[in-house]
């Protein structure tokens, strides 16, 4: 493990502050504080807590980045189990950002800002690694499209903006159905297998078959 | 034309106040003066400012609703048809508003909630009124969906937010080549005849060629 520098350190004050629902109201001094440092010290790498918010949920989300990148070059995967396996991040951020603790507070924070932020960040690093999957289906004969990158950015937003409660009031008894007919607008868009994302609605069917 | 009430007095003098600019640093009591009531008269129509500024936004969305409902009972034009449409009113949404000036408040607020509301808006209004057409078109037999209204609502969402500028820093040369995706997506995801939904880019490719 790399010795922490003073960003780290800044960085992890802000994130147990999130962890105790105390980062609506620290100021940079209590970031300080925190974090053991003198309050100059914070301005010489950051220039506002908005910054550090940032800073911090770029970093957690930068270790999924890294485990998605690594699953493009896994080479004993096909292309579909590689796109579920980033469907899921993208769907479950929980999972992508490693902690509910940042979910909680994004959604707590009512701060849209840093929300659009959040979903902008999935977009943008998640459509090089999705391009890199469609092209590998192209060549498995598995995925077909003629635009790869601009069809990842459209399907990546599809699924954050439609499954993000801050935009859309649905109820979660519409997510089955919504998920389902995602799932095959996104395997004919894309000429894929039938079935090929049914796995985007079948944990909700289940669900739904264990409550009656 | 029906005499004016109150709240519509209030409306327009808010309207008004959009139109030159003055909106975002209006008060209560100068949205009252220039609507020649009393202060207290706007407390008993609106709780607030942002109140208004709703009311504002829906009333003069709601005349493209009515348009679009009355387009949908049209005898004479076919789903496609009325698909495109439809959809010049959510890309160009100044025409769904008739009002540049609206717009323009919305962009320049940078009033995120304001924003959300109005792409909300849009996707809520139009969903039920794109449902009807893609039924239309399964009775023509040039649209198949399993999921009409679902669809309706993915496909609007995907039209709405991948154009947004708030949330996409896109450039404006992408554009083309997301919308030719886009029409690709949306004519394999609906069983669509080859080509329906190329006005979505054929526009901007005319643009390209003047330039050349």
Request: charge should be neutral.
């Given at each position: 493990m790399k010795k922490q520098n003073k960003r780290d350190l800044i960085l992890d004050a802000m994130q147990s502050l999130m962890s105790q629902n105390l980062?609506?109201?620290?100021t940079v001094s209590d970031i300080a504080k925190h974090a053991g440092i003198a309050k100059g010290g914070i301005y010489y790498y950051f220039s506002s807590k908005d910054e550090i918010l940032d800073a911090v949920l770029e970093r957690s989300y930068s270790q999924t980045i890294e485990q998605s990148w690594s699953l493009i070059e896994?080479?004993?995967?096909?292309a579909l189990s590689k796109i579920k396996q980033i469907f899921q991040m993208c769907v479950y951020p929980d999972i992508a950002l490693h902690q509910q603790e940042m979910l909680n507070y994004l959604h707590l924070q009512d701060d849209l800002n840093l929300h659009h932020k959040f979903l902008a960040l999935t977009i943008r690093e998640f459509t090089p690694i999705l391009t890199k999957i469609i092209q590998q289906g192209e060549r498995e004969n598995t995925l077909h499209c003629e635009f790869p990158e601009q069809t990842s950015e459209i399907v990546l937003s599809m699924l954050v903006f439609l499954l993000d409660h801050t935009i859309f009031a649905c109820k979660d008894s519409d997510i089955p159905k919504k998920l389902h007919a995602l799932a095959i607008m996104l395997e004919r868009s894309m000429n894929?297998?039938?079935?090929?994302?049914?796995f985007l609605y079948a944990e909700f069917e289940h669900e739904k078959s264990n409550e009656t």
């Open positions: 980062a609506s109201t620290a896994s080479k004993g995967l096909d894929a297998p039938k079935g090929s994302f049914d």
